[in-house]
């Protein structure tokens, strides 16, 4: 899918969709996610008048905003993440953490429902970890990505494409036939 919820609604596609097409990949999207909502949370934000709700959205447009630069920091990094990327990626991951826990603090004590959609927090808290970690004691820090499985799963499901409509007992010579000339084609 290639992001077509901004240009339905009329959005700026450069500022939702910064990567091409043809470079698209799962990464993307959440990206691309987390600026549409940045950009719908800030421009919502003096719409509500409770004091109370807009507080619960300008702590959502912390945490949404945080998560955005931290991965923005991760897609943009090296292998070995510098000392400024590793900084970044340490305060954008404790601003996030500190918004996300407010936000179910505040839903908690008002007796709303909290979240529909559980973040991968476990996750989280373990890329937060072993930077911090590398960090104290002054080790490289590999960027998390480099051992993320999204580069393979990305390329099965390129793979699959080519597979889909290919009879089972010669599945395996015409998927990678098709994957060849598909592959000759972008050359």
């Known amino acids: 899918m290639f992001c077509p919820l901004p240009v339905r609604l009329g959005f700026a596609w450069r ?5 091409l097409p043809r470079n698209w990949f799962k ?6 996610i987390l600026l549409f909502l940045e950009h719908t ?6 719409t509500f008048t409770d004091e109370d709700t807009k507080k619960l959205f300008e702590l959502c447009l912390v945490a949404t905003s945080s998560a955005n630069k931290f991965m923005k920091t991760l897609y943009n990094a090296g292998f070995w993440l510098s000392f400024s990327e ?6 954008h991951g404790h601003r996030l ?13 008002a007796d709303l429902t909290r979240f529909k959609l559980q973040p991968k927090q476990h996750m989280f808290g ?36 080519f597979s889909r409509k290919v009879s089972i007992r010669s599945i395996h010579s015409r998927t ?11 050359l």
């Not at 990464?27 to 691309?32: F, L, N, R």
């Not at 953490?97 to 936000?103: D, K």
Request: net charge negative; glycine share 2%; aromatic share 10%.
């Open 126 to 161: 373990e890329l937060m970890f072993e930077i911090e970690f590398h960090h104290r004691h002054k080790w490289p820090t590999p960027n998390p990505l480099a051992y993320s499985t999204q580069m393979d799963e990305d390329f099965v499901g390129r793979i699959c494409v």
């Open 86 to 91: 590793r900084q970044d990626l340490i305060s």
């Open 27 to 32: 990464g993307a999207d959440t990206v691309s």
């Open 97 to 109: 953490l500190n918004a996300f826990n407010s936000c179910a603090d505040l839903c908690y004590w």
């Open 176 to 186: 990678l036939s098709r994957y060849q000339i598909a592959l000759r084609a972008l």
């Open 41 to 46: 949370l800030q421009d919502k934000l003096d």
């Open 15 to 19: 500022r939702l969709c910064i990567i």
